[in-house]
């Protein structure tokens, strides 16, 4: 068995044997879904006349696949420095593209599970959410959102020592930009300044590629090309920096 095939058969092991992390994975954000769901079935929103559904099923998905990502990556290579086996694994011949590239498939295997429970839940009755044709083309923006959060968790893991550190860190950062960009109140509904601020969230775009490929529009194709460069830019970015400043150990 390759490096690669081990580490993410044992990163498998380790996510469904922790219930904690399955729980905050996927029925937390879906409490958000459900609440919100259930307090505006029926209603629409005034700016735009569309149902909230529409914005609140895409926007709670992008943030809960864009949250799994950051804190899945930081607490692993938290944990895996403090304990010294990122040390052991350096002293092997292990490479980085090996430890990395591990994770990245575990946290796509995530966030498509994600999404199917998310979408499968706001589509019944009670919700009332209706996909359109394309919702397809909403692939390709959770993959790059995925890449482009999985490099931000590299960075907050890099730095952050303690379990207290990364959720400290990247709930600083997850949750003023998961309000800033929509993820739980339609951005038409909020002042002009914030909507300018939004512009500049990476969430902001995966929220939005999310929600133009699920429900639809005049301008899907326009939506989701926009979304797709400027989350593959971030991922090119924020990747440079995570490699860039990776530490195998404290002491390094």
Known sequence: MSAYAALSQAGYR???????????????????LVVFGLIFHGKNVEQSGLPYINYIAPGVLAWGVANAAVF??????????????LRLIRMSPVRLPAVLGSRYVLALGI???QAVLFVGVALLPWFGLKLSSGWPLALPVLFLGITAFLAVGVIVGTYAKTPEAVAAVANCLM????????????????????????????LHYLVEGTSAAI???????????????VLAA????????????????DQS
Do not use: E, H, N
């Open 175 to 202: 949750i003023p930009m998961a309000f800033l960009s929509g993820s739980f109140f339609p951005l038409d509904a909020m002042p002009d300044w914030m909507q300018t601020l939004a512009k500049a969230l990476p």
């Open 234 to 249: 971030c991922a090119v970015v924020f990747g440079a920096i995570a490699l860039k400043t990776f530490r195998w150990s």
């Open 72 to 85: 899945g990556i930081g607490f692993v290579l938290m944990q895996w420095r403090r304990d010294d086996l």
């Open 14 to 32: 380790a996510y469904v044997r922790d219930k904690t992390t399955l729980f905050f994975t996927f029925a937390f954000p879906l409490l958000f």
């Open 111 to 113: 966030g498509l599970l």
């Open 215 to 229: 429900t639809g529009g005049d301008s899907v194709g326009t939506d989701v090309a926009v979304a797709c460069g």
